[in-house]
């Protein structure tokens, strides 16, 4: 097995091509029509090509652990603090000390070493049925704990990093025991069981199985753009207290990036008034530079105040959030 690990690492390095002349190695865990958009548009305006390599989060990062310091991989882009977090920890990602990011980025955006940056956000909010809640009836991610919302409520796995990030974020806030007593009473509320996607507990909702759920706001806005008009809407939890609980998809240069100093140059434009439209766009998210106004459609579910503790800490109370969650028998 270790020969064939070897074997496949080199035919890994031989599989992109050696650079001639200006060119970038971006390796991501963002789909391909999200982010190709970014990269054409930066080659148009500076003439520097980008050559990308897209996959699940796992699977680059055991990559860039292995290439090491051969890696042709100038800039790592995924999505969730969580995983940024987890990149940085294991050294793969440098250090940026860069002004115009740092002007761009807000300080709870980005990673308090310097080590990566947010470039969109989403908010993970409460979601719920317009024919059978109102409003009013809604207030914090607490209150869904509420003994008026058993039976009502649905959520996603607990497998998925945006529910572990959720939780550990609430740890941050909280500490461990009034968290797992939290997420306990959701699980006691629980209409079904859990779901493998934000979409699924949205058409449960429709469906009439729930009445409430959790969502990043980006799944609604996909739902909505097919079924315009559809009997859902958003509620921005928390605006007396702390904010709204926001994840990022972000980026990183790389701890042996050949090109370092072209790949800052892309991230800080990654950061600019000018591409972040276009990045958080393409997704339905929030741009990360505040400058920077969302698009008419994300724009229209309303303004909200965020939680500004910094995003890093759903990395690193990410293994707590876990175990919190089998401890609830959150599935």
């Known amino acids: 097995m270790r020969g064939l690990s070897v074997m496949l690492s080199c ?4 599989s992109v091509p ?18 190709k958009p970014l990269f054409d548009a930066y080659s148009a305006e500076t003439g520097t090509e980008i050559k990308f390599i897209t996959d699940k989060e796992g699977p680059l990062l055991e990559r860039l652990k292995a290439e090491g310091k051969n890696t042709p991989a100038d800039m790592l882009v995924t999505v969730d603090a969580g995983n940024l977090w987890l990149a940085a920890s294991v ?9 115009t990011l740092k002007a761009n980025i807000p300080a709870h955006l980005r990673d308090p070493d310097d080590r990566w940056f947010g470039l969109s956000v989403r908010a993970r909010t409460i979601v719920y049925s317009t024919a059978r809640v109102k409003p009013a009836d809604l207030s914090t991610y607490e209150a869904l704990g509420d003994s008026k919302w058993k039976g009502r409520l649905c959520l996603r796995t607990s497998k998925k990093v945006y529910n572990q990030s959720l939780v550990a974020m609430l740890i941050a806030r909280h500490e461990e025991p009034k968290t ?13 069981d859990v779901f493998p996607d934000d979409t699924k507990v949205m058409e449960a909702i429709l469906a009439g199985q729930c009445d409430v759920g959790i ?11 097919k079924q315009p008009g559809l009997p859902l809407a958003l509620f921005w939890p928390n605006q007396k207290d702390r904010g709204v609980h926001v994840n990022v998809s972000g980026a990183g240069i790389t701890a042996h990036a050949p090109h370092r100093a072209e790949a800052v140059k892309f991230l800080e434009w990654l950061s600019s008034e000018k591409a972040q439209n276009l990045f958080a766009d393409e997704n339905l998210e929030y741009p990360a530079n505040p400058k920077v106004k969302p698009a008419q459609s ?3 579910w309303g303004k909200f105040k965020q939680d500004t503790i910094n ?4 990395g690193g109370l990410q ?11 959150y599935k």
């Open 11 to 14: 035919v890994i390095l031989l």
């Open 18 to 35: 050696a650079f001639a002349g200006e060119e970038l190695v971006v390796y991501s865990a963002r789909n391909e029509q999200l982010i």
């Open 91 to 99: 050294g793969v990602l440098a250090k940026v000390n860069s002004k």
């Open 180 to 192: 797992e007593k939290l997420v306990k009473s959701w699980v006691a509320n629980l209409a079904t």
């Open 215 to 225: 969502v990043n706001t980006y799944y609604f806005g996909r739902l909505e753009k």
């Open 298 to 300: 994300v724009a229209a």
């Open 311 to 314: 995003v890093s800490k759903a």
């Open 319 to 329: 293994a707590k959030a876990v175990m919190l969650m089998d401890r609830a028998g």
